[in-house]
T-cell receptor
Framework: DAKTTQPPSMDCAEGRAANLPCNHSTISGNEYVYWYRQIHSQGPQYIIHGLKNNETNEMASLIITEDRKSSTLILPHATLRDTAVYYCIVSPTGANNLFFGTGTRLTVIP | NAGVTQTPKFQVLKTGQSMTLQCAQDMNHEYMSWYRQDPGMGLRLIHYSVGAGITDQGEVPNGYNVSRSTTEDFPLRLLSAAPSQTSVYFC????????????FGSGTRLTVV
């Protein structure tokens, strides 16, 4: 599976957009980009995923560059409850193993 | 729906003891997995199952057994607990197909002394 690189930590002001970057320069054609987050010590929560097109759901937007070597997760209006560790994962179609790295610790500041 | 339910939430074991961590899901998901998370680290896959009667090893399977006799349940057995197995254990499930993310349980915090 392709390796991902994320900044270890980021801050964001409450109400502002949080843009979390992820580099995955060795991504293969059949690998999707998945985003999960883990709030405090809870179980991870699925956010969104995509292959090559930009995706949006009720939680976030995912922007994937045209060459698919990087992506950005966007939380449009961050709240204090969005403070969490965010994991960017690339995984082949139908794979059962998600390789979680150390992620980005996002702190939303009042 | 309750989602993915893990029991117990906390457990302390003595070295050499055995126990079973329970995981149940009520979403009729075919795929189920067990992960462990050590302090400051990401999650690592222990075992997974793609359906009843089918299991396979993940990244760190040693010291653990699983079985999948029903779609709903996927218990994880520690055969002879060791301090290195002190960790937080998460169970997860999802539907077949690429358009589904995993739903995780709330975890079992295990300490082996």
């Amino acid at each position: 599976d392709a390796k991902t690189t994320q900044p270890p930590s980021m801050d964001c002001a409450e109400g502002r957009a949080a843009n979390l970057p992820c580099n995955h320069s060795t991504i293969s054609g059949n690998e999707y980009v998945y985003w999960y987050r883990q709030i405090h010590s809870q179980g991870p929560q699925y956010i969104i995923h995509g292959l090559k097109n930009n995706e949006t759901n009720e939680m976030a937007s995912l922007i994937i560059t045209e060459d698919r070597k990087s992506s950005t997760l966007i939380l449009p209006h961050a709240t204090l409850r969005d403070t969490a560790v965010y994991y960017c994962i690339v995984s082949p179609t139908g794979a059962n193993n998600l390789f979680f790295g150390t992620g980005t610790r996002l702190t939303v500041i009042p | 729906n309750a989602g993915v339910t893990q029991t117990p939430k906390f457990q302390v074991l003595k070295t050499g003891q055995s126990m079973t961590l329970q995981c149940a899901q009520d979403m009729n998901h075919e795929y189920m997995s067990w992960y462990r998370q050590d302090p400051g680290m990401g999650l690592r896959l222990i075992h997974y199952s793609v359906g009843a009667g089918i299991t396979d090893q993940g990244e760190v399977p040693n010291g653990y057994n699983v079985s999948r006799s029903t779609t709903e349940d996927f218990p994880l057995r520690l055969l002879s607990a060791a301090p290195s197995q002190t960790s937080v254990y998460f169970c997860a499930s999802r539907n077949r197909g690429v358009n589904y993310g995993y739903t995780f349980g709330s975890g079992t915090r295990l300490t082996v002394v």
